[in-house]
């Protein structure tokens, strides 16, 4: 089964506000990417976070890699209307040969 | 950059029939992946290929899903016969640095073929 977790599995935000959205891994990853995917789209990578404790930021997103390198946080500020989607976190499980395994996503629905 | 090729887009069938996937990863991508999206879920790798070599088909059902990259480039998967159970998005993706490492390169993935069995 998965060993990559996210919650919440849905975030309904109304448009103007921040939300934060939380990635386990059961074991250590070396790195982890988060991915993007519109309704009906495909994924789309937005990062990468390599380094413990680690933070990124793209414009209104924030991007955290946890001190223990074993989960990870999105934080979107003054969400939009274009934030709408599923947010994926991946990463490299050891136990499944380096797979890159993804979470089950969280589904942002923004109200307006 | 061209991005990946996937074909068809949709495709529907009914069940114990068979179907084949095309896609065309981007260019000088060394790694290609199929990847199963159930509606709801995370994707679910299927197989991935170093080059025309399998690197990992581990959670490929062997006895139904077969998948080739011949001439290390373009790849099919093909699924014989189908089930109910197998509708679901198929992703394409492919990656510039070996995916085998702990360093693992970003996913570029296809649109998809979205299945339908019935």
């Known amino acids: 089964g998965q060993q990559v977790m996210q919650i919440p599995q849905y975030q309904h935000v109304q448009e103007g506000e921040d939300f934060t959205t939380y990635c386990n891994s059961s074991?250590?990853?070396?790195?982890i990417q988060w991915y993007k995917q519109r309704p009906g789209g495909h994924p789309v990578f937005l990062i990468q976070?390599?380094?413990?404790?680690e933070v990124k930021k793209q414009k209104r997103l924030t991007f955290q890699f946890g001190e223990a390198k074993k989960n990870s946080s999105l934080h979107i500020t003054a969400t939009q209307t274009t934030d709408v989607g599923t947010y994926f976190c991946?990463?490299?499980?050891?136990?499944?040969?380096?797979?890159?395994?993804f979470g089950g996503g969280t589904r942002v629905l923004v109200k307006p | 950059e061209a991005g990946v090729a996937q074909s068809p887009r949709y495709k529907i069938i009914e069940k114990r029939q068979s179907v084949a996937f095309w896609c065309n990863p981007i260019?000088?991508?060394?790694?290609l992946y199929w990847y199963q999206q159930i509606l709801g879920q995370g994707p679910k790798l299927l197989i991935q290929?170093?080059?025309?070599?399998?690197?990992?088909d581990s959670q490929l059902p062997k006895d139904r899903f077969s998948a080739e990259r011949l001439k290390g480039v373009d790849s099919t998967l093909k699924i014989q016969p189908a089930k109910l159970e197998d509708s679901a998005v198929y992703l394409c993706?492919?990656?510039?640095?070996?995916?085998?490492?702990?360093?693992?390169?970003?996913?570029?993935f296809g649109n998809g073929t979205r299945l339908t069995v019935t």
């Open positions: 074991t250590t990853l070396s790195n």
């Open positions: 993706a492919s990656s510039l640095i070996d995916a085998t490492s702990s360093y693992n390169s970003p996913l570029h």
């Open positions: 991946a990463g490299p499980i050891k136990a499944a040969g380096n797979k890159l395994t």
């Open positions: 976070l390599v380094k413990s404790g």
């Open positions: 290929f170093q080059n025309n070599g399998v690197v990992d």
């Open positions: 260019s000088g991508h060394a790694t």
